[in-house]
């Protein structure tokens, strides 16, 4: 069946955004269009092989590297579009506002994918799938999602060549499909709890767009569950987004912080928002992942009913929680440098590259054949490799490439490598000689040992190089004055909040500033409100957002 949209006009999409969001416009980075390819040429002309030990004169490479993406420090956005691009991550879709990713940007996806996966099912969730066209009526159903949704949403009108009987939206988010098919599902307290998850694309017209972090169309997880008791919905959403929560930590190496929404930021339809908020390299914050108790408002809307044990029908109380391709833009954005893409070892396609050097034709064979045995014992060893044993680009070229895609790892095997049987191992994330080792042996299992010890290792460095990043900017602040001056400065501001809505968007109006969450670990003891000077009980961060 053919479907046509009628939608806003392409033309008005990046005019200022009515939306309650305010993200960064996605534009085409015209005056930075260099690709790979194009700097290959470069390389060939500049990179050398050392007539000493068989090493790529690096300085120079990284020279010519760092002119195909504009510094961070220069333009963080500029530096954001280069990397995504240079390291073949994503690109542009044919209508504004809509990506491609690449297979190295969903490679990154689908790690998120297994690893989050076995953790959904662990905890007892099963995967399914909503359709993606639901009946417009069902968003209006509950009234604070369809006054939240509306500005987003994407509207089928004409199918088949005929105008439809009623409107179709492009699955923005499921809650109200979801409570459709649950009201068939769910009788008896024997039914639940009853905990699903789908893997699925979802659209949202945005006005201002930006790869990975805010695009009209992306892929994410959406879990959904029903339960007997608001405490059993309570408990699962903390469950998720501990799970959210440790998943930053350990895979992607981005110190969140983990916390409860204001009112205000509270997702359309939920009681509580529960969310993990991480600090970008420019000091803005990233909603990472969200977990919401949605209590009975979509239960009681779409009548989700069940018998319980006394005979008496009872709404169901529900959660929805989800992470998106978002947590990919979240990676480049925490760990990228100005040579490119720099990932944890846990979340990266490729953990180690090797690459093999000569400079004659005689050298040849046996340089490769020592390169494919140190592949193939890494292989077997659970480490995930690529032998680059391409003959078109300089390994200069090569070492650059393999930077600016973020790979942890780099092995170079030469001729006299091969003679002593070692390899030089060099890591992504310490750049220059410091991070060059000579004489590693190529003997299966002490190699494998370095390596997985350097995997830790470098996984372990990223987490601690973001968290005292993420630390030294935050500040505490008492008084309004104080945030203020925090924000203006690119902080994050923490303190005292017990201020009401009109006063947390008198924050936003004045300072672009937004509570980000209010942390679950917080300081023991009453304090003064910074806006108020009224009791809190807690205290908030505040920072600009994405």
């Not at 194009?38 to 007539?51: G, H, K, L, Y």
């Not at 509306?150 to 179709?168: C, D, F």
């Not at 995930?384 to 680009?393: E, I, T």
Request: net charge neutral; charged share 25%; hydrophobic share 40%.
């Amino acid at each position: 069946m053919v479907v046509s949209l009628r939608l806003p006009s392409l033309s008005s999409l990046f005019l200022p955004s009515v939306s309650r969001r305010s993200p960064a416009v996605l534009r085409r980075h015209h005056h930075h269009i260099l690709r790979t390819p194009v700097f290959a040429a470069s390389f060939s002309a500049q990179t050398t092989v050392s007539e000493t030990d068989d090493r790529v004169d690096t300085q120079k490479s990284n020279r010519v590297q760092d002119q195909a993406v504009t510094p961070r420090s220069k333009d963080f956005n500029a530096w954001y579009l280069d990397v995504i691009e240079q390291a073949e991550l994503a690109d542009y879709g044919p209508v504004r506002g809509t990506m491609v990713i690449r297979p190295y940007g969903y490679a990154i996806w689908e790690a998120i994918q297994d690893y989050l996966n076995v953790k959904f099912k662990e905890t007892g969730h099963s995967n399914m799938y909503f359709p993606q066209f639901i009946p417009y009526s069902f968003i209006e159903k509950e009234a604070s999602h369809v006054e939240g949704f509306s500005p987003e949403l994407a509207v089928v009108t004409i199918g088949g060549g005929k105008e439809l009987e009623e409107k179709l939206v492009v699955r923005p988010t499921s809650e109200t499909i979801v409570n459709h098919m649950f009201t068939q599902w769910i009788h008896s307290y024997r039914d639940l709890p009853l905990m699903v998850n789908q893997w699925a694309n979802v659209t949202r017209w945005e006005m201002r767009t930006k790869p990975f972090v805010r695009t009209l169309e992306f892929l994410w997880q959406e879990g959904h569950t029903a339960h007997a008791t608001p405490e059993e919905a309570e408990k699962e959403a903390i469950q998720m987004i501990d799970v959210y929560t440790k998943f930053a930590y350990e895979q992607t190496a981005i110190p969140v912080i983990a916390g409860r929404k204001s009112k205000v930021e509270t997702f359309a339809g939920a009681v509580k928002t529960y969310t993990i908020e991480a600090m970008m390299g420019d000091r803005k914050a990233l909603q990472a992942g969200t977990s919401h108790n949605l209590g009975q408002n979509f239960s009681r809307a779409f009548g989700t009913q069940f018998t319980d044990e006394s005979g008496l029908r009872q709404h169901v109380w529900q959660t929805s929680w989800a992470v998106s391709t978002r947590f990919v833009g979240g990676i480049i954005m925490t760990h990228g440098d100005d040579t490119g893409l720099m990932l944890p070892p846990k979340i990266a396609p490729i953990q180690v590259v090797i690459i093999p050097i000569w400079k004659k034709d005689d050298d040849r064979a046996v340089v490769l054949n020592a390169a494919s045995s140190v592949k193939e014992a890494l292989h077997a060893a659970g480490i995930k490799v690529k032998l680059d044993d391409s003959d078109q680009r300089t390994p200069g070229w090569k070492f650059n490439f393999w930077e600016m895609k973020g790979v942890p790892l780099r092995i170079e095997i030469g001729p006299r490598d091969v003679s002593s049987q070692s390899v030089v191992v060099s890591r992504r994330d310490v750049p220059g000689k410091q991070g060059k080792v000579f004489g590693i042996s190529m003997e299966p299992s002490v190699l494998e040992a370095y390596i997985k010890d350097k995997l830790d290792e470098i996984q372990s460095s990223l987490l601690e190089k973001a968290k005292s990043f993420r630390d030294s900017n935050i500040v505490d602040v008492s008084s309004y004055d104080e945030l203020k001056v925090a924000i203006s400065h690119g902080k994050w501001a923490r303190g005292p909040w017990s201020a009401g809505d009109k006063e947390e968007l008198r924050v936003k109006e004045e300072t672009g500033a937004t509570i980000r969450c209010f942390p679950f670990e917080q300081p023991r003891g009453i304090k003064s409100c910074l806006m108020t000077g009224n009791p809190a009980e807690e205290v908030a961060i505040f920072a600009k957002s994405y």
